[in-house]
């Protein structure tokens, strides 16, 4: 009985400390977006309820918690305001709290979405200690997991980061062929590869003969597209977890989630144009450092890295760029 009192205890402070922490946002109602004229007749046929099985269907995963909740909502906001056919869109929301659906009603009040919990004791034993205490975070790791949680009938979906903002219209992303492959994204391949990982791994052949004859590049996780039909038939979960697991038993890289995506993916990426990922924003760890945009076309600006447009914008301390967040920011500061 005791134990029973104390479980109930511990869910009761977990819904206190998650109503207080929804208290804090409160955010405006967004106008409503309706598709375009030049959306096809097929298209038009799921305007009313829709379920997510639905063929014509874009499907865009995003997570939700209380420290990035301002920067989920503003790239929301950003992609329907960008697309042709923002009906057509359907949001899957990979949560970790409670109480964030009716948060996300309330603001986008016709948009089509749903809510997945996704259980943090699930990768907990397997995160390592990263250079930034975000990259811990268990939520971060939830991307790992979206062929399981989603339903089966969704087949390809966009992965994006919390903390950016689409200028284009996210069909066109959606439409990018993966050439056979699993996942999409933005490679480069000028990075210095070998930096991801560290001296023992590269001194031991069984683990870095992994990426003969691959020509591995880095890309960047926060924007991917992925084919769920063949991740789910080749079990790329468990391949991402066995290298977590070989983690934690003698340390071969540095960087949260990112790393066991290269040893599982690069060199097997379909490529996608940069314009779809101008990342590195957030001053690549170094607080206080504001960067430019990489030359050529943009449709997607990311604040990857330690500092957030928002956070930058309140304390008065904005980067240039972050003014080009600002407009899809729909918290309430009066509030």
Same mark, same amino acid.
């Given at each position: 009985?005791?134990?029973?009192?104390?479980?109930? @205890? %511990? %869910?009761?402070?977990?819904?206190?400390?998650?109503?207080?922490?929804? #208290?804090?946002?409160?955010?405006? /109602?967004?106008? =409503?977006?309706?598709?375009? &004229?030049?959306?096809?007749?097929?298209?038009?046929?799921?305007?009313? /309820?829709?379920?997510? !099985?639905?063929?014509?269907?874009?499907?865009?995963?995003?997570?939700?918690?209380?420290?990035?909740?301002? @920067?989920? +909502?503003?790239?929301? *906001?950003? +992609?329907?305001? *960008?697309?042709?056919?923002?009906?057509? +869109? %359907?949001?899957h929301f990979l949560v970790s709290e409670t109480n964030l659906e009716t948060l996300v009603r309330s603001t986008f009040p016709q948009l089509k979405f749903k809510v997945y919990y996704f259980d943090p004791e699930i990768v907990r034993g397997l995160i390592s200690t990263s250079v930034r205490q975000a990259l811990e975070q268990p $939520? #971060?790791?939830?991307?790992?997991? $979206? =062929?399981?949680? $989603?339903?089966?009938?969704? *087949?390809?979906?966009?992965?994006?980061?919390?903390? $950016?903002?689409?200028?284009?219209?996210?069909? /066109?992303?959606?439409?990018?062929?993966?050439?056979?492959?699993?996942?999409?994204?933005?490679?480069?391949?000028?990075?210095?590869?070998? /930096?991801? %990982?560290?001296?023992?791994?590269?001194?031991?052949? &069984?683990?870095? &003969?992994?990426?003969?004859?691959? #020509?591995? !590049?880095?890309?960047?996780? @926060?924007?991917?597209?992925?084919?769920?039909?063949?991740w789910r038939r080749f079990g790329y979960t468990k391949r991402i977890e066995r290298w977590m697991q070989i983690q934690k038993s003698g340390r071969i890289y540095e960087l949260g989630s990112l790393p066991p995506f290269l040893l599982v993916f690069a060199g097997h990426v379909a490529p996608i144009d940069h314009r779809w990922n101008q990342h590195g924003l957030g001053g690549d760890n170094v607080r206080g450092s504001c960067r430019d945009l990489h030359a050529g076309p943009v449709s997607l600006l990311h604040w990857s890295g330690s500092g957030k447009p928002w956070l930058r914008l309140d304390t008065k301390r904005p980067c240039p760029l972050d003014a080009l967040w600002a407009p899809y920011d729909l918290y309430d500061h009066l509030s």
């Open positions: 009985m005791l134990w029973i009192m104390r479980l109930s @205890g %511990f %869910f009761s402070a977990a819904m206190i400390t998650a109503v207080d922490s929804l #208290n804090r946002f409160s955010f405006r /109602k967004s106008s =409503a977006f309706r598709n375009a &004229g030049e959306c096809s007749a097929s298209d038009k046929r799921i305007l009313g /309820k829709t379920g997510v !099985c639905d063929p014509f269907l874009v499907h865009v995963a995003i997570t939700l918690d209380f420290e990035y909740l301002r @920067g989920s +909502i503003a790239a929301v *906001h950003s +992609i329907l305001q *960008h697309s042709s056919c923002p009906e057509n +869109i %359907f949001f $939520l #971060n790791y939830a991307r790992n997991y $979206l =062929a399981d949680l $989603l339903e089966p009938c969704v *087949h390809r979906v966009i992965y994006l980061d919390s903390d $950016l903002v689409v200028v284009d219209d996210i069909s /066109k992303l959606w439409t990018t062929s993966l050439g056979g492959r699993t996942i999409g994204a933005p490679e480069y391949c000028h990075a210095n590869f070998t /930096k991801y %990982f560290t001296a023992s791994f590269w001194s031991e052949e &069984g683990f870095s &003969g992994t990426f003969t004859g691959r #020509n591995p !590049c880095y890309f960047n996780t @926060g924007v991917m597209v992925i084919d769920l039909v063949k």
